[in-house]
C-alpha cells in the first residue's frame, strides 16, 4: 500500500492525474482492508489533491472531507487544520468566498492552539486575500498586518516582503498612493535582495500602476520596461 501512494505521488508530480487517482485508489482499498484510517486519511487528502487540480471540485469535497473525518477520530489536529486549509482551498475556488473563510478560521484556530506560527501566518494571508477578492479592505488589512507581525517575528523575509506587497495594493484601493508607493518600495527591495524574480516583476507592476494614477506616465513606463 505504501509503495502503492509512492508510485502514484510520483505520476501526480508528473501530471499523470488519471494513473495518480488509479493507484491511489489501489492504495486505499489495501489500507481500508488493513483498517490502517491514518493512512486512509493520507490518501483520501492526496485524491483531494488531485481533484482539485482537475477542478473537479465535489470530488475533492468528498475526498478531504473524509481526510478530515478519520483525523477527527483519531485526534490529529495538525492534520486537521491542513484539510480545513484544503477545503477552504476548495471554496475559494468555486468563488464561495464565505464558506472558504470559515475553513480558513478553523484552521488558523488549531494552528494557533498548536502554537504553529508560520501556519497561522499563512492562513492570515489567505484570509486577507479573501476579503481583498471582496474589496472588504478595513479586515484585509487588519489579516494582512496580522500575518506581517508574524513573519517579522519568524525573521522571514519572504513572508515579510508578499505582505508589505499586499498592504501597498490595500493602501493603493484606498486612493493613499504615496504610502502604496512605499510599501511597494520596501517590498521590491526585500524581493530584490532575495532574488525573488516573480516578486520583483510584481511590484515593479505594481509600482507602473501608482505611476499610472498620479498621471505619471514616464514613470510607469519606466517601471514596465523593468
Not at 14 to 25: H, K, Q, T, V
Not at 144 to 167: F, P, Q, T, V
Not at 175 to 182: F, S, T
Request: net charge negative; glycine share 8%; proline share 0%.
Amino acid at each position: 500500500a505504501y509503495a502503492c501512494s509512492h508510485l502514484a505521488m510520483a505520476f501526480q508530480t508528473r501530471g499523470d492525474l488519471e494513473s495518480a487517482e488509479e493507484i491511489y485508489r489501489h492504495a486505499l482499498a489495501l489500507h481500508e482492508e488493513l483498517g490502517e484510517k491514518e493512512s486512509m486519511a493520507a490518501v483520501y487528502s492526496n485524491l483531494g489533491v488531485v481533484f482539485q487540480t482537475r477542478g473537479a471540485f465535489d470530488d475533492a469535497e468528498f475526498m478531504h472531507r473524509n481526510a478530515l473525518a478519520l483525523h477527527e477520530k483519531l485526534g490529529f489536529k495538525e492534520a486537521m487544520a491542513g484539510n480545513f486549509d484544503n477545503l477552504g482551498t476548495v471554496f475559494e475556488a468555486r468563488g464561495d468566498l464565505d464558506a472558504a473563510a470559515e475553513m480558513y478560521l478553523k484552521a488558523l484556530a488549531l494552528h494557533d492552539k498548536l502554537g504553529n506560527q508560520e501556519y497561522m501566518a499563512r492562513q492570515l494571508g489567505k484570509l486577507g486575500t479573501l476579503h481583498m477578492k471582496q474589496r472588504d479592505l478595513d479586515p484585509a488589512e487588519e489579516f494582512y498586518r496580522k500575518a506581517l507581525a508574524l513573519y517579522e517575528e519568524l525573521d522571514r523575509e519572504d513572508g515579510i516582503a508578499s505582505h508589505l506587497g499586499n498592504l501597498g495594493s490595500v493602501s493603493f484601493l484606498r486612493g493613499d498612493l504615496d504610502e502604496a508607493e512605499d510599501l511597494y518600495r520596501r517590498s521590491l527591495a526585500l524581493d530584490e535582495m532575495l532574488g525573488r524574480q516573480r516578486g520583483m516583476a510584481n511590484q515593479y507592476g505594481n509600482l507602473a500602476k501608482v505611476f499610472d494614477a498620479r498621471d505619471d506616465l514616464d514613470g510607469a513606463e519606466k517601471m514596465h520596461r523593468k
